[in-house]
């Protein structure tokens, strides 16, 4: 397998300008999360799925992101007005139940 | 309210020299424990994990120690190499609850040749 398959890798844009991120999760993995890395916060979990469905979404900053897994090989992650503060990496990670996770190799998110 | 803690940085060892990375707890949901590594542009990387009924795991070079009690694992690596200078992370989860992981903030490791 290929393993997290995460697009962009690289994302400039304006701000209030619509931002989505994509994910391709392991085949076989039923757990889908998305993180943000930035400086002050660290690794956070912003969602995650299982079996498509979302379990938690207590990490989503605010209403401007959203997340969406329509099938069990596609995930994304949009932002809509983005703004500079929402510049970070984001990852996908996948799992199966009681397994490690295995990380994207993110998409770093520039907003100006 | 951080649950997971990586009170140092960065750490510094000379090549062949063992490195040990510490990591504190406070949630007693907690009973699955990982640790990553992470280089620049890229994702964290597994490394190795260990569940909360035992207290040692080993693979190779890398040994997790998991004190329940003082909530307090550590991850040792011998001999150190300066291929494994990178961050590293602790992670955490709830198998019977909150299946995600919780991370700490890292840990940079520099092994000097």
């Known amino acids: 397998d290929a393993g997290v398959i995460q697009s962009p890798r690289h994302e400039v844009t304006e701000m209030g300008q619509e931002v989505t991120l994509r994910c391709k999760p392991i085949s076989g993995h039923d757990y889908l999360f998305w993180y943000r890395q930035t400086m002050m916060r660290g690794l956070e979990l912003l969602i995650y799925f299982n079996n498509n469905v979302p379990i938690d979404d207590s990490g989503m900053p605010e209403d401007r992101f959203s997340a969406k897994m329509p099938n069990a090989s596609f995930s994304t992650l949009k932002i809509q007005p983005s703004e500079p503060r929402d510049s970070a990496v984001y990852f996908c990670?996948?799992?199966?139940?009681?397994?490690?996770?295995?990380f994207g190799q993110g998409t770093r998110l520039t907003v100006v | 309210d951080q649950q997971v803690k990586q009170n140092s940085p960065s750490l510094s060892v000379q090549e062949g020299r063992i490195s040990i990375l510490n990591c504190d707890y406070t949630n007693s949901m907690f009973d699955y424990f990982l640790w990553y590594k992470k280089y620049p542009a890229e994702g964290p990387t597994f490394l190795i994990s260990?569940?909360?009924?035992?207290d040692k795991n080993e693979d190779g070079r890398f040994t997790v120690f998991l004190n329940k009690s003082a909530k307090h694992l550590s991850l040792h690596i011998v001999p150190s190499q300066p291929g494994d200078s990178a961050v590293y992370f602790c992670?955490?989860?709830?198998?019977?609850?909150?299946?995600?992981?919780?991370f700490g903030s890292g840990t940079r490791l520099q092994v000097q040749p």
């Open positions: 260990i569940s909360s009924i035992k």
């Open positions: 992670a955490a989860s709830a198998q019977s609850g909150r299946r995600a992981l919780t």
């Open positions: 990670a996948s799992s199966q139940q009681y397994t490690e996770a295995f």
